[in-house]
Nanobody
Framework: QVQLVESGGGLVQAGGSLRLSCAAS????????MGWFRQAPGKERQFVAV????????YYRDSVNGRFTISRDNAKNMMWLQMNSLKPEDTAVYYC??????????????????WGKGTLVNVSS
């Protein structure tokens, strides 16, 4: 199975920036749609951003649109989430995920094929 490992989380002040990384073990990395999800304490996991197989198209949650940027490099089996203008409400464990197919409604997605174990982002006010 595909192994996904997130890194780059940590403590940052509101208004600051952070870049999360996701490293994949899969040699056919380009066969997967890649995305980021997050889960705050006591809340459901929610969609953050997704990028298509080639990295030419991306889709974002409304609340992060304009602040976050998702990217990937298939030659390196890597995906990133650049987070700018961070807010305390962005505090959560962020998960890297991979899926063979594109979903029609990413706000209701739970069934990604593979998940990382998460990295904590803590935004202080």
């Amino acid at each position: 199975q595909v192994q996904l490992v997130e890194s780059g989380g940590g403590l940052v002040q509101a208004g600051g920036s952070l870049r999360l990384s996701c490293a994949a073990s899969e040699r056919t990395f380009s066969n997967y749609v890649m995305g980021w999800f997050r889960q705050a304490p006591g809340k459901e996991r929610q969609f953050v951003a997704v990028i298509n197989w080639s990295g030419t198209s991306a889709y974002y949650r409304d609340s992060v649109n304009g602040r976050f940027t998702i990217s990937r490099d298939n030659a390196k089996n890597m995906m990133w989430l650049q987070m700018n203008s961070l807010k305390p409400e962005d505090t959560a464990v962020y998960y890297c995920a991979a899926n063979a197919r594109w979903h029609s409604n990413w706000y209701e997605v739970y069934d990604m094929d593979y998940w990382g174990k998460g990295t904590l982002v803590n935004v202080s006010s």
